[in-house]
């Protein structure tokens, strides 16, 4: 059982560009104010022009390496299908909004919390469960995006 890195490599990149695509897509459209690389940039600087900089990057770069875990699922069971990943980026989708989000004001150096509200340091915004503080279409978004970022993997890597 031997990783194909090149398939990897490819598709990885290309799901996380579709992935990012649709989250940002889904902000411009009004389906959901919560821009991830926004927030994850702010955790680095204050810089607002910035921090939408870093977080772009390192968004797309989880991403990428996250497409591994997916990799790793196909390689496992031996076979890769548009509606493995697609369940594989559902599970992710769910641990992301029901876990993570509600976090992340704890890791977050600039987010408020929400039961203290925001200070002069801490004025973005958290995000809550399900992240429905940015919006009551914001976990239709991120379940779409991750479930689209696990049918291209799915369908498109090749497992040796």
Same mark, same amino acid.
């Given at each position: 059982? %031997?990783?194909?890195?090149? #398939? ?6 290309? #799901? ?8 940002? *897509?889904? !902000? &411009?459209? &009004? +389906? ?19 921090? !939408? ?13 996250? #497409? ?8 496992? @069971? &031996? ?6 990943? =697609?369940? @594989?980026?559902?599970? !992710? ?9 509600? @976090? ?5 150096? $600039? ?11 801490? %004025? +973005?915004?958290?995000? *809550?469960?399900? *992240?429905?503080?940015? *919006?009551? $279409? ?8 991750? =479930?689209?970022? &696990? ?10």
């Amino acid at each position: 059982m %031997q990783m194909n890195w090149m #398939s990897w490599l490819i598709w990885g990149f290309a #799901s996380t560009v579709v992935l990012t695509s649709i989250l940002a *897509g889904s !902000q &411009g459209i &009004g +389906l959901t104010r919560m821009n991830i690389p926004y927030m994850l940039g702010t955790m680095f600087t204050p810089n607002r022009d910035r921090a !939408q900089f870093i977080g772009f990057f390192f968004h797309f770069a989880n991403g990428w390496i996250f #497409s591994l875990v997916y990799v790793a699922a196909f390689q496992l @069971i &031996g076979r890769s299908t548009w509606w493995f990943g =697609a369940l @594989i980026g559902l599970v !992710q989708a769910t641990f992301v909004l029901t876990m993570l989000l509600p @976090i992340l004001p704890a890791l977050h150096p $600039r987010m408020a919390n929400e039961e203290y509200g925001p200070t002069v340091v801490r %004025q +973005l915004e958290p995000p *809550g469960f399900l *992240g429905m503080h940015y *919006g009551i $279409r914001t976990p239709l978004s991120v379940l779409i995006a991750h =479930a689209v970022f &696990g049918a291209i993997l799915g369908t498109f890597y090749v497992v040796k």
